[in-house]
């Protein structure tokens, strides 16, 4: 997944500059959550935990967007 204007990497590149490591936890967590709505099976609460996902690109790490790497556990 990929989000072209995150709100956190832009706030953290306003407040504290350019960041080494990516900075958008939230985000990490609602792919993996999309994920697990949209390709999941069962109930919500079956769904929980199904799907991982991993930052491998920031705004505030001077990219172009955040990128996304999300995987089924």
Same mark, same amino acid.
């Given at each position: 997944?990929?989000?072209?204007?995150? &709100?956190?990497?832009?706030? &953290?590149?306003?407040?504290?500059? !350019? *960041?080494? !490591?990516?900075?958008?936890? @939230?985000? @990490? $967590?609602? *792919? *993996? $959550?999309?994920?697990?709505?949209?390709?999941?099976?069962? #109930?919500? !609460?079956?769904?929980?935990? #199904? &799907?991982?996902?991993?930052?491998?690109? %920031?705004?505030?790490?001077?990219? #172009?967007? %955040?990128?996304?790497?999300? !995987?089924?556990?």
């Amino acid at each position: 997944m990929e989000a072209l204007n995150g &709100y956190e990497a832009l706030g &953290y590149l306003e407040y504290k500059g !350019e *960041a080494k !490591e990516p900075q958008c936890f @939230t985000l @990490t $967590g609602v *792919a *993996a $959550g999309i994920m697990a709505l949209l390709h999941g099976e069962g #109930t919500v !609460e079956e769904r929980v935990g #199904t &799907y991982g996902s991993e930052e491998s690109h %920031c705004i505030c790490c001077q990219e #172009t967007s %955040c990128k996304f790497q999300v !995987e089924l556990l």
